[in-house]
T-cell receptor
Framework: EAQVTQNPRYLITVTGKKLTVTCSQN?????MSWYRQDPGLGLRQIYY???????DKGDVPEGYKVSRKEKRNFPLILESPSPNQTSLYFC???????????FGDGTRLSIL | QQQVKQSPQSLIVQKGGISIINCAYE??????FPWYQQFPGKGPALLIA?????SEKKEGRFTISFNKSAKQFSLHIMDSQPGDSATYFC???????????FGPGTRLSVLP
């Protein structure tokens, strides 16, 4: 089954404790992206990747890091999480830039 | 110029009625306009999409109307059903790179 898998689905942690949210896709897609979803703001892109070892900032990259060492994986790293990063996060992938995006089911992060 | 505006923020429709959600954009480089449907606890899923070489696209009860000169597009849901109750996002993208921008979303409630 074609899918984007994120883990964990839920996480409560404390300020400053490094965390990683994993994302994996099995569709051999070139593009992968991370979004955060906040009420009234829709989906805002954090980082995206157009291929292995090619990543770039989206609209709200501050406080986040990503890596793309393999085509299927695109982890999101919060080196020193802060409460303003409490949000619902989605990983997405698409075949090329102008194709439908496939989303994971989301990761709800709470930073205390 | 990257922004996509969406209205209304919320919409209540009786079963069997027509739901209409409107979006507007500024960037004339956008050439792909998808609509996503999101249920609670799930990631957004592609509903229907249009490219600017056509003015309308219909798939079942869902229709996109596209007005290139006005830089507007809309989603029409005919014969709305309670199962259509969800949040709907319009989006716009260019053929290359990170430009995949979402509107803030419309929460649709269809009353039985």
């Amino acid at each position: 089954e074609a899918q984007v898998t994120q883990n964990p689905r839920y996480l409560i942690t404390v300020t400053g404790k490094k965390l990683t949210v994993t994302c994996s896709q099995n569709m051999n897609h070139e593009y992968m992206s991370w979004y955060r979803q906040d009420p009234g703001l829709g989906l805002r892109q954090i980082y995206y990747s157009m291929n292995v070892e090619v990543t770039d900032k989206g609209d709200v990259p501050e406080g986040y890091k990503v890596s793309r060492k393999e085509k299927r994986n695109f982890p999101l790293i919060l080196e020193s999480p802060s409460p303003n990063q409490t949000s619902l996060y989605f990983c997405a992938s698409r075949l090329t830039g102008n194709q439908p995006q496939h989303f994971g089911d989301g990761t709800r992060l709470s930073i205390l | 110029q990257q922004q996509v505006k969406q209205s209304p923020q919320s919409l209540i429709v009786q079963k069997g009625g027509i739901s209409i959600i409107n979006c507007a954009y500024e960037n004339t480089a956008f050439d792909y306009f998808p609509w996503y449907q999101q249920f609670p606890g799930k990631g957004p899923a592609l509903l229907i999409a249009i490219r600017p070489d056509v003015s309308e696209k219909k798939e079942g009860r869902f229709t996109i109307s596209f007005n290139k000169s006005a830089k507007q597009f809309s989603l029409h849901i005919m014969d709305s059903q309670p199962g259509d109750s969800a949040t709907y996002f319009c989006a716009a993208s260019t053929g290359y790179g990170q430009n995949f921008v979402f509107g803030p979303g419309t929460r649709l409630s269809v009353l039985p």
